[in-house]
């Protein structure tokens, strides 16, 4: 005989299964999207470029300093993202809308490999103009680490998780992820560019920019339908 307290406990089994299953889902959506913006394998061979020659406790420097950099960045507008939009008069469904475009942009110029050669243009052109301390601002932590297709992707994470403290937590833990796997990426350069052939990580980022495309394109419809009131 299944008695009332059975049924609590089975009801209560499920509703944990469900939470668990949900969270799961959205920690890994969430994580493949900002990994996929910031790349740190493409960072492993750019890192290494422009630190030749450099002394240890200069790199030492300059990978902590754009790591913490590019978090706080992106930590500032995963606050107050919403806020500056409002303050613009911008609509999400609009930011949505041209953020997933932005980002299909993006996922393009990773299948098709131009963006790795744009982003070593702007690190050699920042080697030769820039000081070695300031490297860690830019280009690395802006825009190599967070860059416009971080930012944006930020914000929309951030619009997703809604008012609740708890859950807007919960969603950066992936970007705090991502920040972190970028500055393992530059610690490690110099020994993992030397393991990793270039063609695999050519397949990788191209594997991850069908994925953006992707995720990039649901953001664009979810827009559309909440603008247009479809669906």
């Not at 299944?2 to 299964?17: A, E, H, I, W």
């Not at 972190?180 to 993992?192: D, E, F, H, N, R």
Request: proline share 3%; charged share 15%.
């Amino acid at each position: 005989m299944v008695t009332k307290d059975t049924r609590f406990l089975c009801q209560y089994s499920m509703v944990n299964f469900d939470m668990t299953e949900t969270l799961s889902s959205t920690f890994l959506n969430n994580f493949v999207l900002i990994f996929v913006a910031i790349d740190p394998f493409a960072l492993i061979p750019i890192f290494a470029g422009i630190t030749h020659g450099l002394q240890k406790k200069e790199i030492k420097s300059i990978y902590l300093r754009a790591t913490f950099i590019s978090f706080m960045i992106l930590l500032f507008f995963s606050l107050v993202g919403g806020s500056l939009l409002d303050i613009m008069g911008v609509n999400i469904n609009s930011f949505k809308i041209i953020g997933g475009l932005f980002l299909v942009v993006v996922a393009f110029e990773m299948v098709f490999e131009k963006r790795d050669e744009r982003r070593q243009n702007l690190a050699d052109t920042a080697k030769d103009d820039i000081s070695v301390i300031s490297l860690a601002t830019f280009p690395l932590a802006i825009p190599l680490i967070a860059g416009p297709g971080a930012i944006t992707i930020t914000m929309l994470i951030s619009e997703k998780a809604g008012p609740n403290i708890i859950e807007q937590i919960i969603n950066f833990i992936p970007i705090i992820f991502a920040v972190i796997l970028a500055g393992i990426s530059m610690w490690l350069s110099s020994k993992l560019v030397e393991k990793l052939s270039m063609s695999l990580l050519s397949v990788i980022q191209r594997v991850f920019g069908l994925l953006l495309g992707a995720l990039a394109i649901e953001y664009v419809i979810s827009g559309i339908k909440s603008t247009f009131g479809i669906g």
